[in-house]
């Protein structure tokens, strides 16, 4: 069964590539209609990577909402939705490493982080209560500021900068929300698990990823001024 979930990793990541190959094609034709000249290789997969991704993380918002709040509220864990999920979400980070080089160092770790939990969350029952559920938490919080990541594409290919000032904006106070919201839903789940070795490995890998979120945060409020 677990080697079905790989198995679809590989798929999405390789559908990721398509998705790069025809964004790139794109965005090559949307250059010289309004000559953006600083739009680099590098740039160009950068933006394609962030607009897709926040495409996607919005899509995953709306669906997974209904089977966070099943699970947290009432109790009732789908596990084949969240296998599906996480696979879904990591993708979009290893897919990045892959076809986008050149990535700080910062965000290469987050990326490296989120692969190693999509596989992990691939391992448990989340039918049977414990610390892994926090993966989900994360996970949730996480897609909730797909805005971000359309920002940080839309920057590059716009010229209107009122517009990208307003969106840097509404994506530095939703994040800020979404990130602090995850921080305290981490601690009280916590608290109330019992301690393991295990339990302190996923604070470490958390802890890696919280560092990018914060650096990212500094810029966002930077941008937004």
Not at 68 to 74: D, R, S
Not at 95 to 123: D, E, K, M, Q, Y
Not at 170 to 196: A, D, M
Request: charge should be positive; charged fraction near 10%; include cysteine.
């Amino acid at each position: 069964m677990i080697s079905y979930y790989f198995f679809l990793m590989i798929l999405f990541i390789y559908l990721h590539k398509y998705v790069y190959i025809w964004g790139e094609r794109i965005l090559i034709k949307y250059n010289n209609l309004n000559e953006l000249t600083n739009l680099t290789e590098y740039k160009i997969k950068y933006i394609i990577k962030n607009i897709w991704k926040s495409f996607i993380l919005f899509l995953m918002l709306i669906l997974g909402t209904f089977h966070f709040l099943e699970g947290f509220i009432n109790n009732r864990w789908y596990n084949v939705f969240f296998y599906i999920f996480g696979t879904i979400y990591s993708s979009l980070d290893i897919s990045g490493l892959i076809f986008v080089r050149g990535l700080p160092t910062a965000t290469v770790v987050h990326h490296c982080v989120v692969g190693i939990l999509g596989s992990l969350n691939l391992l448990v029952d989340y039918s049977i209560s414990g610390y892994y559920r926090s993966i989900i938490i994360y996970t949730y919080f996480s897609i909730i500021p797909f805005l971000v990541n359309f920002y940080l594409g839309y920057r590059y290919i716009s010229n209107n900068r009122v517009m990208i000032k307003k969106i840097a904006s509404y994506s530095y106070k939703i994040y800020t929300f979404s990130l602090i919201s995850n921080i305290l839903s981490q601690i009280v789940f916590f608290i109330n698990q019992e301690y393991s070795n295990y339990l302190y490995m996923y604070i470490g890998l958390y802890t890696l990823i919280l560092y990018d979120d914060i650096n990212l945060i500094k810029f966002l409020r930077k941008e937004s001024l």
